[in-house]
């Protein structure tokens, strides 16, 4: 089984990075398709809000799913749903189409997929670096789906970028079934019997009840909601206030990628080796707040090219740390339904951070998103900062 492991983590990276790659190609296809079917700067928010609200009902749903089943089938499931997706996307020729073709999104879970895998396969000390390098493969999909997306449908059009992106999805599916195994957890779920209910919210309930769950899960929404705020409003602001062309916006998407790439491969494994969850935690939190009060000032786009360097690591490492946290909290056998859980909170993130970015954005320009990542994550900084466990308490796994 030993020699097995590494392949099987090494195929489940790939097919995260392909799943990204897909999901970034189709990125570049639906605002400019929106904009030909008539949508309007408040209709994309919607359509945004549609895919978030889904994804959140969908998120602890395929959380449980992956628990009872196996992280083989859940992947299966996502892997079937993006391709109806894509396929609903190339079809999509109406304003009612483009919103139907978001309905497959509700089992769309490629990342948490992977993750799940990884967790399982993984010693809980190594679990940290293992998801980070999942980030590394977030990266690599965000640079060539970017730079894919923009030219397919610069030459060829919305259809034939979405055909791409059915086939790709397709040849993931494949890779699914041929590579990772059926049972994933260390020990077989062998009471299957006593909770088969995949909607079992006495169950998510009671992962929220496990010490340290809910405040870290508190943090993940409070300290997580101005940068995804940003975020879903980046299209927009990209569009409006930095006055960038698709294939330049293809190119700062692209950049977003490598840094991430570098600091997802390169520096968070290193660091966790190094340093504790919780002083990790507390410095990206204290970094983002930096980056919203750098991002209230900046005017053009020369200057957020720089912000995105700290911007990048303080999520990244904020994202990789909250995960690894949450995994460790709850035994092996309830991984999924918590991984399940953290994909619900971008999900939720995401459904209302299209209204909010809208209002501000309309009411108080660009600035005011800085302004509130400030606010918010320095609060979050000092409340941590009062709740910090002594030297002692603070283990350094």
Not at 11 to 23: F, G, H, N, P, S
Not at 37 to 45: Q, R, V, Y
Not at 164 to 178: D, H, M, P, R
Not at 309 to 327: A, G, K, Q, R
């Amino acid at each position: 089984v030993g020699s097995i492991m590494p392949k099987v983590i090494f195929v489940t990276y790939l097919i995260a990075a392909l799943d990204i790659t897909w999901m970034f190609l189709q990125f570049s296809i639906t605002p400019y398709l929106a904009r030909k079917l008539g949508f309007d700067t408040l209709w994309i928010g919607y359509l945004q809000t549609t895919v978030g609200v889904l994804q959140l009902l969908g998120g602890p749903i395929f959380g449980r799913f992956a628990d009872l089943f196996g992280a083989r089938a859940a992947l299966c499931l996502s892997c079937s749903a993006n391709v109806v997706y894509y396929g609903l996307l190339a079809a999509a020729d109406s304003p009612l189409m483009l919103f139907i073709h978001k309905l497959p999104a509700v089992f769309m879970h490629g990342l948490p997929g992977a993750q799940m895998v990884v967790a399982d396969l993984t010693e809980p000390d190594k679990r940290a670096a293992a998801l980070g390098k999942l980030g590394l493969c977030f990266g690599i999909g965000m640079v060539a789906g970017s730079s894919l997306g923009g030219t397919l449908n610069t030459n060829y059009g919305e259809t034939l970028t979405a055909c791409v992106a059915v086939g790709g999805s397709l040849i993931n599916l494949l890779l699914v079934l041929k590579f990772i195994p059926k049972n994933t957890k260390s020990q077989a779920p062998q009471d299957q019997s006593q909770k088969k209910s995949v909607f079992d919210m006495g169950e998510i309930i009671r992962l929220m009840k496990f010490p340290g769950v809910a405040k870290t899960f508190s943090i993940k929404i409070f300290s997580g909601l101005p940068s995804v705020i940003f975020q879903v409003m980046f299209s927009i602001i990209a569009m409006n206030f930095f006055q960038l062309e698709p294939a330049q916006n293809g190119y700062l998407m692209a950049y977003f990628g490598i840094v991430s790439m570098v600091i997802q491969g390169g520096v968070i494994g290193r660091l966790t080796a190094k340093y504790s969850e919780n002083s990790l935690l507390l410095l990206s939190i204290g970094m983002s707040s930096l980056v919203g009060l750098a991002q209230a000032f900046m005017t053009n786009v020369y200057q957020f090219c720089f912000i995105v360097l700290p911007m990048m690591f303080s999520l990244s490492v904020f994202n990789v740390i909250t995960d690894s946290m949450l995994t460790k909290t709850v035994p092996s056998s309830d991984t999924g339904t918590m991984l399940g859980l953290c994909a619900s909170v971008q999900s939720l993130l995401r459904t209302i951070g299209p209204t909010i970015g809208g209002i501000l954005y309309q009411n108080y320009g660009v600035s005011s998103f800085g302004l509130m990542q400030f606010a918010v994550n320095t609060t979050v900084f000092v409340f941590m900062l009062r709740n910090m466990p002594s030297s002692k308490d603070d283990h350094r796994k």
